[in-house]
């Protein structure tokens, strides 16, 4: 059984806004989500800058009390969850609970939790560590918290596959419905990263930007001048729902989803594949799976990292699976506006790319200035285009070889 995907609810915090509408505005204008870090005192660190989410209000979302037993990452997963169950519409009633599920994934997990707890067992000992610390840390919590709070009894897990978890979430939850296993899933990504701990980690292996002195040209995908991505939060949830199921109930449908593929690259820890093998394969198991040709797709929201390699070998993976069409493709990275939410990327940019085919208009990417001649494709560069849009593709690559695209259609009935 094969039944179409759409999306129903979705909801997202990000450096740029708290909820998908200023989000979604702040993108169209070109704003930077990139600057100095308030988290913590940076001034010693080699990378200074960061993607923070500021302003975020957790008692906006859940009781005080409850809130202080979640990590951030959670905090922001179950937030992102209720604004887009809120978005479905969906109520008591309209749907079977053990046919509803949660699947969030988080790169990361709740490593400001584990930090803040290795201090207390240094400082303290083993007897003041906190009984919650666990549930804290771990990654599936997201998930849980969620199926607890909207009673979804169905299938409940978290992804983790660095940055392409919150991607891997929708995809695997959009399989689950279309196969009949599934009439609701929640689905996405979490993270919360920007901490002393992760900032001076990423900055040891060099994979972040350094231009401490611009933080709002920092991130600067496919443009010669890139040297790193950055290092960002928030979370990014869609629902999605079976089509008739929807169509019962009278939903607003913002998207459908058309096709997953998932690859490896088999090649090492934390570089690309030579010519993006991996994400080529992807992207060509998501048109396969959505029964596509090269030419039906107009835009990609590219994994679009800012750092040297990335950037490269994904223009060549899309040029490998394009051929000549990817002369004509336009191709855009949000993350030179979000920076990079780690395994929150791939729900918040699933979400922009629905929303690109809902409105016509594709994001830009901001601070091209030098053109790269291994990147020679169409970004968008530092302007929003209005164009209509039928078919998309967004990519998310993470650490570890593990590549993901996923392909949304523009819901017309």
């Known amino acids: 059984m094969s039944r179409r995907v759409v999306v129903t609810g979705m909801g997202a915090l990000t450096p740029l806004g708290l909820d998908r509408v200023t989000t979604w505005e702040a993108l169209l204008e070109g704003r930077n989500g990139v600057g100095t870090i308030t988290r913590f005192d940076a001034s010693a660190y080699p990378v200074r800058i960061a993607a923070e989410l500021k302003g975020f209000d957790v008692e906006s979302f859940i009781e005080k009390r409850e809130a202080r037993k979640m990590d951030p990452s959670t905090q922001y997963g179950v937030a992102a969850s209720l604004m887009a169950w809120k978005d479905s519409g969906l109520c008591e009633g309209d749907f079977d609970s053990a046919r509803a599920g949660v699947i969030i994934g988080s790169g990361v997990g709740g490593i400001q939790t584990l930090e803040a707890q290795h201090a207390v067992l240094m400082e303290k000992g083993p007897r003041r560590v906190s009984p919650f610390f666990i549930p804290m840390l771990i990654a599936d919590m997201s998930s849980g918290m969620v199926s607890i709070m909207l009673n979804l009894k169905g299938m409940n897990f978290a992804t983790v596959s660095a940055c392409a978890s919150g991607a891997h979430a929708i995809g695997v939850s959009f399989q689950a419905v279309r196969c009949g296993d599934a009439d609701i899933m929640v689905a996405g990504g979490a993270e919360a990263a920007v901490c002393p701990l992760s900032v001076a980690g990423f900055a040891a292996m060099r994979a972040i930007s350094s231009r401490n002195d611009e933080p709002e040209r920092a991130s600067r995908p496919f443009d010669a001048g890139r040297d790193g991505f950055i290092v960002g939060e928030g979370a990014g949830i869609v629902v999605l729902e079976e089509l008739e199921h929807a169509k019962r109930r009278g939903a607003v449908i913002h998207a459908e989803i058309t096709g997953y593929g998932a690859t490896g690259d088999a090649y090492h820890m934390t570089a690309p594949a030579p010519g993006g093998d991996g994400g080529a394969r992807a992207m060509a198991r998501a048109l396969d799976d959505a029964r596509m040709v090269p030419e039906d797709v107009q835009y990609i929201n590219a994994h679009g990292t800012s750092t040297p390699l990335n950037d ?8 490998s699976v394009f051929g000549e069409h990817a002369g004509v493709l336009a191709v855009s990275s949000t993350k030179s506006m979000t920076g990079h939410l780690l395994g929150a990327a791939g729900g918040a940019e699933a979400i922009f790319t629905a929303l690109s085919l809902a409105n016509s208009v594709i994001p830009p990417t ?38 993901c695209s996923i392909a949304i259609r523009r819901f017309e009935g």
């Open 366 to 403: 901001i601070n091209y200035e030098t053109p790269d001649p291994d990147c020679d494709l169409d970004y968008v560069p530092n302007q929003p285009r209005d164009t209509k849009i039928l078919n998309a593709l967004t990519n998310s690559f993470g650490f570890g070889g593990h590549n």
């Open 312 to 319: 490269k070998f994904e223009t060549a993976a899309i040029k």
